[in-house]
């Protein structure tokens, strides 16, 4: 048994028994959407909430945990992501309506949850439909487009910490800004209450359509992360890198995408060090061309492969 099968082995063996399912060494470039990167030392899809609590009180304080959606505006790096990986797929996915509120569970995704707001007559929620990913995502990052974002529609998040107790966060508790969300990455997001006014299906449902179409006039739908950086105050991330002389930069199966510069894409063979070096080499220039210093919006996660030294930053974060 080689010492890696060893070390997964002995970290299963102090985990706490689960009604979902527990994996070792499962891949994980297939569920991001960038569809590179390495595996889980162990993956965790838990049954239900219940199932989750109970799991986090009984994991070892020194176990890393990561929490992934979709894995929509994420990069994994090769050697993959020590200890447990949580995936919130079934038992996280629920959507229901009560009046002007739509519960939903971290695991549904953000289009669904803008389909059956419509579905209801509820308005001000079709922005989600223009946000790849999940509830659980959306507020970790307080994602936004088309002239909505969450901090604008939460009425209050559920969340389980790391020794499982139960939250319940207010707006003002979780703290949005732009892009950012002040709860510790160690509170796991496990659904949302958020708030629709009364609208007409028909309107909402056009907004929604309006929304897909400049979607796929504007943005690539290859195997990408979506927006790789936050705008800057008083600018936008493309218009820097363009001007830089980035679009269509490649790095190996890494590149700078022609249709929306602010999109990396795999090419077909990209690994997630051409991702994270092609972007870094974007940072490095439009800071040479601007003075302006790009910050990563995508999510940059694990470790590279053993012997392989990490990528550099081109800029100070």
């Known amino acids: 048994m ?29 569920v991001t959407w960038f569809r590179a990167g390495g595996p889980a030392e162990i993956l965790f899809r838990p049954a239900d909430r219940d199932d989750l609590a109970a799991f986090l009180a009984g994991t070892p ?8 959606g979709v894995a929509s505006n994420l990069l994994v790096r090769d050697g993959g992501i020590p200890g447990v990986v949580i995936r919130l797929l079934r038992g996280f996915t629920d959507i229901r309506v009560e009046g002007e509120q739509v519960f939903a569970g971290a695991g ?5 949850v803008a389909l059956t707001a419509r579905d209801h007559g509820l308005a001000g929620l079709e922005f989600l439909s223009g946000v790849p990913g999940t509830i ?3 507020l970790r990052m307080n994602a936004g487009a088309y002239g909505g974002e ?17 939250l319940r966060l207010t707006p003002d508790e979780l703290g949005f800004t732009y892009r950012h969300c002040a709860v510790p990455e160690s509170v796991i997001f496990t659904g949302a209450v958020l708030r629709g006014r009364p609208g007409r299906a028909e ?11 400049a979607r796929g006039e504007t943005q690539p739908r290859s195997r990408t992360g979506g927006s790789t950086f936050t705008n800057p105050p008083g600018d936008k991330a493309w218009r820097l890198i363009d001007a830089a002389g ?20 795999n090419t077909g063979d990209a690994t997630a060090r051409d991702i994270e070096a092609l972007g870094e080499e974007v940072r490095r220039r439009v800071h040479e061309a ?28």
Do not use: Y
């Open 61 to 68: 304080d020194d176990i890393p945990v990561t929490v992934l």
């Open 246 to 265: 980035c679009r269509g930069l490649r790095i190996g199966g890494a590149q700078v995408s022609e249709k929306h510069c602010n999109f990396l894409i």
């Open 203 to 213: 309107e909402i449902g056009a907004r929604i359509v309006e929304i897909d179409r």
């Open 2 to 30: 080689s010492a890696v099968a060893r070390t997964t082995q002995h970290l299963i063996d102090r985990l706490p028994p689960v009604r979902g399912r527990l994996t070792a060494n499962a891949p994980l470039a297939s």
């Open 136 to 138: 659980g995502g959306a």
């Open 150 to 166: 969450m901090k604008d529609a939460v009425a209050h998040a559920e969340a389980l910490d790391r020794s499982g107790r139960a």
């Open 108 to 112: 549904a995704l953000d289009l669904n």
């Open 290 to 317: 601007s003075g302006v210093t790009l910050r990563w919006e995508i999510m940059r996660i694990g470790t590279p492969c053993a012997g392989e030294a990490p990528v550099t930053p081109g800029v100070p974060s």
